[in-house]
């Protein structure tokens, strides 16, 4: 998966293969998330709290140019988790 700082696949990006409790130690400035892309089978879990708390978000494999299209209210995602056995 790679996370986007800015909307539409813009600013500062990370990639990750694994679980994430905080983002923010992985080399990201900002606490929001405005753009990812999915790869491969499974999804994966976006939470607004560090340690995979608050508020969730699932997506699946897709290009997400936008918090809106996963549903989100805000951009602030500090965590995430992949989603193992998912059918």
Not at 13 to 18: A, D, G, L, T, Y
Not at 22 to 37: H, V
Not at 56 to 62: C, F, H, S
Request: proline share 3%.
């Amino acid at each position: 998966m790679e996370l986007f700082e800015g909307a539409d696949f813009a600013d500062q990006c990370v990639e990750v293969c694994e679980d994430v409790p905080f983002l923010q130690g992985r080399g990201l400035t900002k606490n929001c998330i405005n753009s990812l892309k999915v790869y491969g089978d499974g999804a994966w879990v976006l939470y607004e709290e560090p340690n995979f708390r608050g508020r969730m978000y699932i997506v699946e494999r897709g290009d997400y140019s936008s918090h809106v299209e996963w549903q989100a209210q805000n951009p602030n995602i500090q965590s995430i988790r992949r989603v193992v056995n998912y059918f």
